[in-house]
């Protein structure tokens, strides 16, 4: 079975401009979850997708948003970048359940200059 | 405070030693995750507890939900199980897709 893959795996962008990454899930996976990780705060949840509805939100400002299709694959997007959204975004995918492993794409590094 | 918090934060072996890596929370959960990431950002899952204890190979997690703290023992550790090592937990009464992280121990295994 397929892992869950991210594309690009690596971006270069300018502040202001916008970007959007893309995750492909397990096959059967119906829940992806979004993260961003960077040096000084760590791992932070983003959003959690299931059914093509925004189950979660983190602590993050409007600019980031995300959505998922018919066939589970999410996208994200960051409008107007700034030099601090610069991170390792990864995505994560599970079973819809109580009691659910995520498995973790590799993940689109993402660097404003 | 955080809500997920490791110790140590750095931990130097030798190859062969016993590692124990700390994690203690402060909400309540309905999974606690053990994770590893290796250089270049890959991030593999090893655990996943709700109580008790589990073991894969030379990997052993246990969780006390009372005490709200889990550990992460490595016997006879290998330079190949240098790496981040994150727990992560699912707390109580938020969608299960969402996990809050410590920071992480970084784990090096000298031959």
């Known amino acids: 079975k397929a892992g869950v893959t991210q594309t690009p795996r690596y971006l270069i962008k300018t502040r202001g401009q916008q970007v959007t990454l893309s995750c492909s899930p397990i096959s059967g996976h119906r829940s992806v979850s979004w993260y961003q990780q960077t040096p000084g705060q760590g791992l932070q949840f983003l959003f959690e997708y299931f059914s093509e509805t925004q189950r979660n939100k983190g602590n993050f400002p409007g600019r980031f948003s995300g959505r998922q299709f018919s066939n589970s694959r999410s996208e994200m997007n960051v409008s107007t970048l700034e030099l601090g959204d610069s991170a390792l975004y990864l995505c994560?995918?599970?079973?819809?359940?109580?009691?659910?492993?995520?498995?973790f794409g590799p993940g689109t590094r993402l660097t404003v200059l | 405070k955080n809500e997920v918090e490791q110790s140590p934060q750095n931990l130097t072996a030798q190859e062969g030693e016993f590692i124990t890596i700390n994690c203690s929370y402060s909400?309540?959960?309905?999974?606690l995750h053990w994770l590893q990431q290796h250089p270049g950002g890959g991030i593999v899952s090893l655990f996943m507890?709700?109580?008790g204890k589990k073991k894969h190979g030379r990997l052993i997690a246990t969780i006390n939900i009372q005490e709200k703290h889990s550990s992460l023992h490595i016997t006879a550790s290998h330079p190949r199980d240098s790496a981040v090592y994150i727990c992560?937990?699912?707390?109580?009464?938020?969608?299960?897709?969402?996990?809050?992280f410590g920071q992480g121990t970084i784990l090096t295994v000298h031959p």
């Open positions: 994560a995918s599970s079973l819809y359940g109580r009691l659910n492993e995520q498995f």
């Open positions: 507890l709700s109580s």
């Open positions: 992560a937990v699912n707390a109580g009464g938020t969608s299960y897709g969402k996990l809050t």
């Open positions: 909400v309540g959960i309905s999974a």
